[in-house]
């Protein structure tokens, strides 16, 4: 079979037709099954792919040739019309899928045998999660840290396009040329390179961007993709950050000001969503949006309360905090969505979670009270000053107004005298302004 059709690398897939697969292992329950399951049927249908059926496969282990039994593959090519189905009589065929898609990472030579097997194009849940990035990635530095993921995963997995001949020119031992296989594998070596040079250009502006942010309080939302963490990123900062139900409905890092604004400004940043199974490739290459939880002040944990799963996703994002150095970082649990749960869920909530924050994005009450608590953590760990600024220095008030919260000012023979409260760092800083004269 040649490369696999240009169609699946494009983020849009529609009109396609397919076939999820599960595959259970000894160690894996009914019910995480199930739900890593629905969550697929609903990345492959945010896609615009047409889900036909779902179907089981259990297995001992995850090492056989093509993953699947002899007798699922000949299940599957019945139903894709591949060379290794059992043949129908036309009255008794139903609609042909040509897209069969496997819950788990399938090795290179699995994703041959199974291709070569059904005669369709096959895709695992990493290809799935990659396709939907690039859908929705939308700032230039997303766009980029998507391409170079997908290239890195595809780079095992290219072959040879009997469409191109055999061998073409351009060097090799005896003037035989390079295989199709090998001049694809170092074009796709080149554009990762190519692209690795453009995205440290474009995190240098980011960092850039975040060094002039470094001495304000920060709190970052960070939890289960489809949480509702946009939702609260709205609703505290008034952003028009877009809400959708669906799965990475958002990409990148979106940072803005907590709103009434605070002295010194509250800024809040919304973080790219975790699931199930994340490639660690995105994990990497996703550092940017990462990196705002890793400098963040105080992590919010965003949690939807109304999700049977909501305990291994918060048990995932937690790990996943770990992995980045993080988790040292003080943090609080908001479980959202608290609304759609029970009076009787909410008090097994409570006993199981006594610090967590019960609210709804969508509660007006909810979000003031969360906004109080967050300014309330901060100023705990503010510390109090005074400053003498001379008239001739008066030209520091603007900064000084908008760098630390004025509890008192008095007017003396020289100057003013500032009865100021704001992070140590910054009052450090200006104290040095002060004194440089």
Do not use: C
């Not at 069969?100 to 994703?111: F, R």
């Not at 700032?139 to 469409?163: F, G, K, Q």
């Not at 097994?348 to 007006?364: I, K, Q």
């Not at 100057?415 to 800083?429: C, F, I, Q």
């Amino acid at each position: 079979m040649s490369q696999r059709s240009d169609r699946f690398r494009s983020p849009d897939s529609r009109g396609s037709t397919a076939i999820l697969v599960a595959i259970q292992l000894p160690h894996v329950t009914d019910s995480e099954v199930t739900t890593s399951l629905s969550e697929l049927e609903r990345l492959v249908s945010s896609l615009g792919i047409r889900v036909l059926g779902t179907t089981l496969q259990k297995r001992a282990n995850a090492t056989s040739l093509s993953l699947l039994g002899e007798g699922k593959v000949r299940e599957l090519a019945t139903l894709t019309g591949g060379p290794g189905g059992d043949p129908q009589p036309p009255s008794a065929r139903s609609e042909i899928a040509n897209l069969v898609v496997i819950d788990t990472e399938l090795t290179p030579g699995q994703l041959r045998n199974l291709e070569l097997a059904l005669g369709v194009d096959v895709l695992d849940r990493t290809a799935i999660i990659l396709r939907v990035f690039e859908q929705r990635a939308q700032t230039r530095e997303a766009r980029l840290e998507v391409e170079i993921a997908r290239l890195l995963h595809e780079a095992p997995r290219i072959r040879d396009d009997a469409s191109l001949g055999d061998r073409e020119g351009g060097g090799g031992r005896g003037g035989r040329g390079h295989s199709n296989v090998e001049l694809a594998k170092q074009r796709n070596r080149e554009r990762v390179a190519a692209l690795r040079r453009e995205l440290e250009g474009a995190r240098a502006a980011q960092e850039a961007r975040r060094a002039r942010r470094k001495d304000t309080p920060r709190v970052a939302l960070v939890g289960y993709t489809n949480a509702g963490k946009s939702s609260l990123m709205r609703a505290l900062t008034g952003s028009d950050v877009l809400v959708e139900d669906k799965l990475f409905a958002t990409l990148g890092t979106t940072v803005r000001a907590l709103q009434p604004e605070t002295t010194p400004r509250i800024l809040v940043s919304d973080t790219v969503g975790f699931i199930k199974n994340l490639p660690h490739g995105l994990i990497a290459s996703f550092r940017s949006t990462l990196d705002e939880a890793h400098d963040a002040g105080l992590l919010l944990y965003v949690v939807d309360a109304a999700d049977p799963e909501l305990r291994n996703q918060l048990e995932l994002t937690r790990h996943v905090i770990e992995e980045i150095g993080a988790s040292e970082i003080p943090s609080r649990v908001l479980l959202n969505k608290i609304d759609r749960v029970s009076p009787e869920e909410r008090h097994r909530l409570a006993a199981e979670l006594p610090e967590a924050l019960h609210l709804s994005a969508h509660d007006a009450g909810d979000m003031q009270r969360l906004r109080e608590t967050l300014i309330a953590f901060f100023d705990e760990a503010w510390a109090s000053e005074h400053f003498d600024v001379p008239y001739a220095r008066s030209g520091l008030l603007g900064e000084l107004r908008t760098s630390v919260r004025i509890m008192s000012e008095e007017y003396t023979e020289r100057g003013m005298r500032l009865g100021v409260r704001g992070p140590p760092a910054v009052l450090a800083r200006l104290r040095q302004l002060l004194e440089r004269g």
